[in-house]
Antibody
Framework: EVQLVDSGGGLVQPGGSLRLSCAAS????????MNWVRQAPGKGLEWVAN????????YYVDSVKGRFIISRDNAQNSLYLQMNSLRAEDTAVYYC??????????WGQGTLVTVSS | EIVLTQSPGTLSLSPGERATLSCRAS???????LAWYQQKPGQAPRLLIY???TTATGCPDRFSGSGSGTDFTLTISGLEPEDFAVYYC?????????FGQGTQLEIK
């Protein structure tokens, strides 16, 4: 069974940094495109970034370009999101999600990031 | 960027009725790479339909998807109590991947 466990969320001040992690199990992690998708409180889903199976391709939504970095460690079956220069509008539940292509077939349970002073 | 517009925003129906949810794209979705997800409060989304009309593993057969190009539909025939949730369409043909704003399906 595919399992994705998100962690690393918390309260951070505007301008601060946070690193999210996602531990994958139950499937061949190195064969999946992996994504981060976020959901602000009471709002809809917003795709944030994705990374190719071998890490050679990375894509971002415009609002996080230059501030967020997606990465992966296939040896550790782990996905990461380094978030810098955080803003209040980055407050959301962040989901790790993945699939064999750009289609997202599996989701983590989410981790809450709150940006506030 | 492909903008997806879902309608209606809220749909009020009774168990046993048929639900029809719409998703319209601002430009043609290549290869009909359009998915539908269901999300219940406090839970992660769950994949229901992909490639516009293919039912995902474990999805009940009362859920069906149709459409192509810019107009897509999710139909739920014979609503069950557990179907009342928020539904999102998403295109995965071009970057950035985009979601519709969601349709809230509520019990009438």
């Amino acid at each position: 069974e595919v399992q994705l466990v998100d962690s690393g969320g918390g309260l951070v001040q505007p301008g601060g940094s946070l690193r999210l992690s996602c531990a994958a199990s139950g499937f061949s992690f190195s064969t999946y495109w992996m994504n981060w998708v976020r959901q602000a409180p009471g709002k809809g889903l917003e795709w944030v970034a994705n990374i190719k199976q071998d890490g050679s391709g990375k894509y971002y939504v415009d609002s996080v370009k230059g501030r967020f970095i997606i990465s992966r460690d296939n040896a550790q079956n782990s996905l990461y999101l380094q978030m810098n220069s955080l803003r209040a509008e980055d407050t959301a539940v962040y989901y790790c999600a993945g699939g064999p292509g750009w289609l997202i077939t599996s989701w983590g349970q989410g981790t809450l990031v709150t940006v506030s002073s | 960027e492909i903008v997806l517009t879902q309608s209606p925003g809220t749909l009020s129906l009774s168990p046993g009725e048929r639900a029809t949810l719409s998703c319209r794209a601002s430009q043609s979705v290549a290869k009909n790479y359009l998915a539908w997800y269901q999300q219940k409060p406090g839970q992660a989304p769950r994949l229901l339909i992909y490639d516009a009309s293919t039912t995902a593993t474990g999805c009940p057969d009362r859920f069906s998807g149709s459409g192509s190009g810019t107009d897509f539909t999710l139909t739920i025939s014979g609503l069950e109590p557990e179907d009342f949730a928020v539904y999102y369409c998403q295109q995965y043909a071009t970057s950035p991947l985009t979601f519709g704003q969601g349709t809230q399906l509520e019990i009438k």
